[in-house]
């Protein structure tokens, strides 16, 4: 039987830093009816163990499946996909702010332990860059302490250097200069570009190999993007950072990545060379995603490619069987409904998990699913985890 | 009736909706923010008129004003908006009062809100709510002539009326904005101000509603002011697109020109800020500096701090929106403006704002220059 594991795997070209095999993360649901964030979250505290997969047999919502990646040193690594696909799931469990239902870290290729002063000394390594520098900065202490706090906790301060010098240090390589202009700021007083910019400088402090950024642009105005874009673009051929970048725009993933890799509803689809998978999608879901996002060189009702598929992601909670895509795909076979595809090599460091890449389907197996293109019934179904957004 | 006089606004090129001088102040006193000032407009029947901005740059506040919908300490303090829903007769929607305002809202200009979730009750049926406005506007019809109109408007927007039961918390992000469009269209306006429509949500749902949007304008013939902060998705849909900038309107022309020629630093900047899908990686810069500070506005055109081509007059004096001196004869027809010294005729202008525009402002015509012109810039 097919297993997931090992789909799409992006390439590692630099030394591997930090490399996640098989990620699973499952949230037990709550109470029928309700959403499974939000409120869900504070409850979760008190039921870990029913979280990590408990033999209860109650309802989870299958946030990340079996999600491998490794990310290198001077690398960038984007994973693209729309809200609920558990992009963000992700990137709190290669935090470790959240445990994983199943499968393993591994820092420099040992496994990482889940002792108290691991997670410590996994801080100093792996850092988090969060979306809304609105809210990740505290409102009541200045730029000074946000960037103290982190040396402090650390005890990373050098013999003979005052703290002054270390935090003006941090303020320059996020580009906020004069330092001094900044230090005593509150976050009120910074524009989104300049909060974002001590989100990440926080984020420094501790002289980490790995950047989270999870979802760094998307609360801020346009013209400021490019110039925090840069700033990750920068860190990474300066400090040689391995750089973990989550974005549902594919446009700015190609700008900034190394590596593409496209998630939907909890898995990964393709993964592969930047160029070559926005250039050249092998996996219908991310052919879908290009031809949705806005393009000007296509302006015009002739110039616009067809959107390849409706309707919305599904389910979490009642995944679809075998290919989580297949309900919305204009190309959906038989199999597609009973088994999941693996990651197909289609090039060069590029996977696409489909079956459509698959050479010895019977043709009952590739037969069309009946009824599939009208995917109006399946838009109308509400899904879980809307209000999360 | 709309789709008569839409569809033959849209062939003449009638304006619908003038905006002239318009002035928008929040506050009063040594703090007052200048939150728009002097916006000139022109939204024709039928026609997508985009308003693109960022956060701060006053679009929202500009679209309250026109419907009147400012609340304080939003106050309107100079220009006038005329609404020309037919030739010769004009209404002045500043003078109006509150019977007048009501009678035109919604039947004739109706408006589209960022956040579906807020803007519906959420303790109330969507049936209930869309009927709701059709027993307002239309209290001759029956209750059951009404249940039916809502079933049809849902139809329109592709949801099933078996949804009309449903609470908003039932629906999906892209299903409530549907919702909230169903609504909108619920009285045939001319008119249909979209604030930030598809923001919130996923670039597929976004498409989908989009390309929905544009079938219903075809079909009903409906004026759309979109304002987005989505540039990039503008140039695909609108008409003619307004570029506004610290409460200022910066630029104007059709959609395909401001694309292939902008002729203010500001927009160009604003173009080359999004990385693009097709061709080479390169190192792209925005625009260096941040959205100014309202209440401390710099002297001189508001851009100048951030623009790579200022100059010692635009410290000084704050440039008009005018024709750009450069326009050749075929722009000479099109409503195209920027606010820039560079554009006034007395210096050599850099040759990326220079460039040659596209045609004309007719759809057609931005359809057929869309395709061949190469990406020539960002």
């Not at chain 2, 750009?324 to 409503?335: F, I, K, Q, W």
């Not at chain 2, 704002?353 to 931005?366: D, F, I, N, R």
């Amino acid at each position: 039987m097919t297993q997931l594991t090992g789909t799409a795997q992006p390439p590692a070209t630099g030394t591997p830093l930090l490399e996640a095999r098989a990620l699973t993360k499952h949230f037990p649901v709550h109470g029928a009816g309700h959403g499974a964030a939000g409120t869900g979250r504070r409850r979760l505290r008190g039921t870990r163990r029913l979280s990590r997969g408990g033999p209860d047999g109650g309802a989870v919502v299958h946030a990340v499946e079996s999600v491998s990646l490794t990310l290198a040193e001077a690398q960038i690594t984007a994973v693209v996909g729309e809200s609920g696909s558990g992009k963000s799931t992700l990137a709190r469990l290669l935090a470790r702010l959240i445990r994983p239902t199943s499968g393993e870290l591994l820092v420099n290729g040992s496994p990482v332990r889940a002792t108290r002063r691991g997670g410590q000394s996994y801080a100093r390594l792996v850092q988090l860059v969060l979306q809304d520098p609105f809210s990740s900065l505290n409102p009541v202490h200045d730029v000074r302490y946000h960037l103290a706090r982190p040396l402090q906790v650390h005890g990373l301060r050098e013999a003979g250097t005052s703290m002054d010098d270390a935090i003006n240090a941090l303020l320059e390589r996020v580009a906020l200069t004069p330092p001094s202009q900044y230090l005593h700021k509150y976050p009120h007083e910074l524009s989104g570009g300049q909060r974002q910019r001590v989100a990440i400088a926080r984020a420094l402090a501790v002289q980490p190999r790995v950047l989270l950024a999870d979802e760094p642009v998307s609360m801020l105005d346009v013209s400021i993007r490019l110039g925090v874009l840069n700033l990750l673009g920068d860190l990474r051929e300066r400090e040689r950072l391995a750089i973990l970048y989550i974005t549902h725009d594919i446009a700015s993933a190609r700008y900034l990545a190394d590596t593409i890799m496209v998630m939907y509803a909890g898995q990964v689809v393709e993964s592969g060379p930047a160029e070559a998978v926005t250039d050249r999608p092998e996996h219908p879901y991310t052919q879908l995603l290009l031809s949705a996002a806005p393009d000007p060189e296509h302006a015009g009702p002739s110039g616009r490619p067809a959107l390849g598929g409706r309707g919305s992601p599904p389910s979490l909670v009642t995944p679809p069987t075998g290919c989580r895509f297949h309900p919305r795909c204009p190309h959906a076979m038989v199999i597609c409904a009973d088994a999941a595809p693996p990651g197909f090599d289609v090039a060069d460091d590029h996977q696409s998990a489909c079956w459509l890449h698959a050479t010895d389907l019977d043709a009952v197996q590739a037969a069309p699913i009946a009824g599939q293109q009208t995917s109006q019934a399946i838009d109308q179904a509400p899904r879980m985890g809307e209000e999360t957004r | 009736m709309s789709a008569e006089a839409g569809r033959s606004g849209l062939l003449t090129g009638q304006p619908l909706l003038e905006v002239s001088g318009l002035c928008v102040d929040y506050g009063v006193g040594p703090g007052t923010v200048h939150a728009v000032v002097g916006a000139d407009l022109v939204l024709h029947h039928g026609e997508v008129l985009g308003l693109a901005g960022e956060s701060g740059s006053g679009k929202s506040t500009l679209a309250y004003a026109i419907t009147r919908l400012l609340r304080a300490p939003g106050m309107i303090i100079g220009g006038s908006v005329a609404y020309r829903p037919r030739p010769g007769s004009t209404v002045d929607l500043l003078a109006a009062d509150e019977g007048a305002l009501r009678v035109l809202r919604w039947s004739q200009i109706s408006v589209v809100l960022q956040s579906a979730m807020n803007a519906l009750n959420p303790v109330m049926s969507i049936g209930t709510q869309l009927t709701d406005v059709l027993h307002a506007h239309n209290p001759s019809m029956s209750k059951a002539e009404r249940r039916a109109r809502a079933a049809s408007l849902l139809d329109m927007v592709g949801i099933s009326d078996d949804r009309l039961g449903s609470y908003p918390h039932e629906l999906s992000g892209g299903m409530r904005q549907r919702v909230m469009i169903a609504m909108a269209l619920a009285l045939e306006p001319q008119v249909v101000i979209m604030d930030e429509p598809t923001t919130a949500l996923d670039v597929v749902t976004q498409r989908e509603i989009l390309e929905e949007l544009m079938d219903l304008r075809e079909r009903l013939g409906f004026a759309v002011l979109f304002i987005t902060h989505d540039l990039s998705l503008l140039l695909e849909i609108a008409d003619s697109i307004a570029v506004m900038y610290a409460g200022r309107l910066v630029e104007r022309a059709a959609a395909a020109a401001l694309f292939r020629a902008p002729r203010h630093p500001y927009t160009l900047g604003l173009l080359s800020s999004f990385p693009a899908l097709h061709g080479p990686r390169q190192r792209l810069t925005g625009i260096p500096g941040s959205p100014p500070d309202l209440r401390q506005l710099p002297g001189g055109c508001v851009f100048h701090p951030r623009c790579p081509y200022v100059m010692a007059r635009c410290r000084t004096d704050a440039p008009p929106l005018l024709r750009p001196a450069g326009a050749g004869d075929r722009e000479l027809t099109e409503s195209r403006s920027a606010a820039c010294w560079l554009q006034d005729g007395s210096s050599a202008v850099p040759p990326e704002l220079a460039k040659p525009a596209p045609g004309g402002v007719s759809p057609a015509a931005t359809s057929a220059v869309a395709a061949p012109v190469a990406r020539s810039q960002s």
